[in-house]
């Protein structure tokens, strides 16, 4: 099938239900409702600038249709471009580290080395009540608060799960 085919459609797909594939470049109706879904949806900023200090970086959580709140999983830094382990952030729901704290502020990068296939190239920052609270905000501000001292750039990815 070639590129930019148009795509057939099986019968009608009910309003908020998931099309599936029926066969090549033909959908029809999965059988689920979107609002059955369960999963993790992942939402990154691939250009953090941790060479910048007390800059907010957005991060946009978008929700389904029917979803008014989420539950964040796990936030990672990762992809680093070089050591960050001098830099300290934070995760707040307005800018300027306001808001309720996500990841508390000042929370040293402990990131080594941005070498694929070794320890310390990630982290996963410690979420604040992730168990006991739901957050409603469309977007997420990551803070680097005390800057690396020296260029470095690196992805901050959110993974959480959608509340009706």
């Known amino acids: 099938m070639t590129t930019g085919s148009p795509v057939l459609q099986s019968?009608?797909?009910?309003p908020n239900h998931i099309p599936t594939w029926n066969t090549d470049g033909v959908i029809q109706d999965g059988g689920f409702l979107l609002s059955q879904l369960q999963g993790t949806l992942v939402t990154y900023?691939?250009?953090?600038?941790?060479?910048?200090?007390?800059?907010?970086?957005?991060?946009?959580?978008?929700l389904p249709v029917g979803f008014t709140r989420y539950r964040i999983a796990m936030i990672l830094i990762s992809g680093a471009s070089a050591a960050i382990n001098?830099?300290?952030?934070?995760?707040?729901?307005?800018?300027?580290?306001?808001?309720?704290?996500?990841?508390?502020?000042?929370?040293?990068?402990?990131?080594?080395?941005?070498?694929?296939?070794?320890?310390?190239?990630?982290q996963q920052l410690t979420i604040v009540n992730q168990m006991t609270m739901a957050l409603s905000d469309g977007v997420l501000y990551f803070r680097v608060q005390t800057a690396q001292g020296s260029a470095a750039l690196a992805t901050v990815s959110i993974f959480y799960h959608p509340l009706p």
């Open 86 to 122: 001098n830099a300290t952030c934070g995760v707040f729901t307005q800018t300027g580290a306001g808001g309720i704290a996500v990841v508390a502020g000042s929370t040293p990068v402990t990131i080594i080395t941005p070498n694929a296939d070794t320890n310390n190239n990630m």
């Open 45 to 62: 900023n691939s250009s953090v600038n941790f060479n910048s200090p007390n800059t907010d970086n957005n991060l946009f959580v978008p």
């Open 11 to 14: 019968g009608f797909v009910t």
